[in-house]
T-cell receptor
């Protein structure tokens, strides 16, 4: 079964450092997403991406965050200057087209710990 | 704005009993309502979904019902097993994203 893959699985960083989380969506999917889950809390939407541009973003997704699709397979989330409150599990997701456009498949997540 | 309320926050049932989790949404234009199961430390996985053109959908021991007039939908798990223990999240499609409920911790006691 096709999978969304994410790297790294866990990253520890110092406050103020830049972090890049990487995702490889399912190959024929066209919609890409980043979600965040603080420990013990719900899954929160950060950003959706389609046709090489952001289609929607939440208020969490401020100027410190950016996304990029640098090539035909990767989808990255960059946090420019990490804060303690950025510590969370970050999930990448992708979805297809037509009736499958809203059926999200999640990656295994990247746990970010900011010290 | 988008909001999904989910109840209960925790649910303990005896193995073999049924479990019901309910969600209420605010946007009457929403047409897609998935349920995700998340085991400890794992990714959310889609277990069942329903679109607004039907009122009920069933897949073996799990079913989802939708009441568009009342704007609520429910997950029903019958004959619960220990491996059903997990966190369950409902969601609604809102714009270009899914908005998730706060989650229900389901514990199935054997």
């Amino acid at each position: 079964e096709p999978e969304v893959t994410q790297t790294p699985s866990h990253q520890v960083t110092q406050m103020g450092q830049e972090v890049i989380l990487r995702c490889v969506p399912i190959s024929n999917h066209l919609y890409f997403y980043w979600y965040r889950q603080i420990l013990g809390q719900k899954v929160e939407f950060l950003v959706s991406f389609y046709n090489n541009e952001i289609s929607e973003k939440s208020e969490i997704f401020d100027d410190q965050f950016s996304v990029e699709r640098p090539d035909g397979s990767n989808f990255t989330l960059k946090i420019r200057s990490t804060k303690l409150e950025d510590s969370a599990m970050y999930f990448c997701a992708s979805s297809g087209t037509g009736i499958g456009a809203n059926v999200l498949t999640f990656g295994a997540g990247s746990r970010l710990t900011v010290l | 704005g988008e909001n999904v309320e989910q109840h209960p926050s925790t649910l303990s049932v005896q193995e073999g009993d049924s479990a019901v989790i309910k969600c209420t949404y605010s946007d009457s234009a929403s047409n897609y309502f998935p349920w995700y199961k998340q085991e400890l430390g794992k990714r959310p996985q889609l277990i069942i979904d329903i679109r607004s053109n039907v009122g009920e959908k069933k897949d073996q021991r799990i079913a989802v019902t939708l009441n568009k007039t009342a704007k609520h939908f429910s997950l029903h798990i019958t004959e619960t097993q220990p491996e059903d223990s997990a966190v369950y999240f409902c969601a609604e499609e809102y714009g270009n994203k899914l908005v998730f409920g706060a989650g229900t911790i389901l514990r199935v006691k054997s």
